[in-house]
């Protein structure tokens, strides 16, 4: 993946700044794809290599597909796994290491994800080792938030964001190496949305946030909207004030709406 070629000397890091940052637009697959799928995966790969899209474009397929994918797309496409276990190597039956990802061609890990929260009970800590694991990989670890609708309704959001970054979020991360990705739970697989100027106040919390978190680094990382992302409604969640990408699921599914979504977050 081309590296985030931000200048953050170019940010003032001020919570509205649009700097110059390089968007990112990564497909998570999910339990979905097997080998047909890879299909998908080339037909984006070759579509932009085409278009050369304004936006660094990944895609996370199971790691079953990982090796095969990093092989057929040859680096024009770039890869990331969905989870890390936080050590490196040992008797973890059914994990993968952020070093095993890395070595099958990932070059970015998702953590954190809501549902590996709410499915697997992981917990902040678990997801900053995991980050953290991902970093020792040298891989970009992508750390989810997001509150659910039961603290959406409660007005608990801002609260929540801020407990997930403060304590997700490893004490060394940069721009370069971490991307945060706002993915409320019940706009995931809901076809809902948050309004655009939701989705800004949040992402513009969440910069704030992470620069407590790690300082100045934060004001060139990259922040990514999750959930229900599809062709008809990326333009405009791309211009929300710090929104640096999408976070893409079930869209992602599916090379044309894929690339639609890429076309509108990188032109
Ligand atoms: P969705 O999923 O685009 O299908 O809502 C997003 C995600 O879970 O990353």
């Given at each position: 993946m081309t590296p985030n070629d931000a200048d953050p000397a170019a940010s003032t890091g001020t919570p509205d700044a649009k700097p110059?940052?390089?968007?990112?637009?990564?497909?998570?697959?999910?339990?979905?794809?097997?080998?047909?799928?890879?299909?998908?995966?080339?037909?984006?790969?070759?579509?932009?290599?085409?278009?050369?899209?304004?936006?660094?474009?990944?895609?996370?397929?199971?790691?079953?597909?990982?090796?095969?994918?990093?092989?057929?797309?040859?680096?024009?496409?770039?890869?990331?796994?969905?989870?890390?276990?936080?050590?490196?190597?040992?008797?973890?039956?059914?994990?993968?290491?952020?070093?095993?990802?890395?070595?099958?061609?990932?070059?970015?890990?998702?953590?954190?994800?809501?549902?590996?929260?709410?499915?697997?009970?992981?917990?902040?800590?678990?997801?900053?080792?995991?980050?953290?694991?991902?970093?020792?990989?040298?891989?970009?670890?992508?750390?989810?938030?997001?509150?659910?609708?039961?603290?959406?309704r409660a007005g608990q959001t801002l609260k929540v964001i801020a407990r997930q970054v403060a304590n997700s979020l490893p004490r060394e991360a940069t721009a370069a190496n971490t991307v945060l990705a706002y993915e409320p739970v019940w706009a995931i697989g809901s076809g809902l949305t948050p309004t655009v100027s939701d989705v800004a106040e949040v992402h513009t919390a969440i910069r704030g946030y992470a620069s407590e978190r790690i300082g100045p680094a934060a004001a060139a990382m990259r922040l990514l909207y999750g959930g229900s992302v599809k062709p008809s409604n990326a333009a405009e969640l791309m211009a929300a004030d710090n929104v640096n990408g999408a976070l893409v699921g079930g869209a992602s599914l599916k090379a044309p709406d894929f690339l639609g979504i890429i076309e509108a977050y990188g032109s």
């Open positions: 110059a940052i390089r968007p990112l637009v990564a497909g998570n697959w999910k339990m979905n794809g097997l080998q047909e799928a890879l299909a998908q995966a080339l037909a984006v790969k070759e579509a932009i290599a085409a278009s050369k899209p304004a936006t660094d474009v990944m895609i996370c397929p199971p790691a079953t597909l990982l090796m095969v994918l990093a092989e057929l797309s040859k680096g024009g496409l770039a890869l990331g796994g969905q989870d890390c276990h936080a050590a490196q190597s040992g008797a973890h039956t059914g994990d993968l290491s952020a070093e095993m990802l890395r070595d099958s061609g990932a070059t970015a890990v998702i953590v954190g994800h809501s549902e590996r929260r709410a499915d697997h009970g992981e917990t902040d800590a678990i997801v900053r080792a995991k980050a953290e694991a991902a970093h020792r990989a040298g891989l970009i670890a992508i750390v989810c938030v997001g509150e659910t609708e039961g603290q959406r």
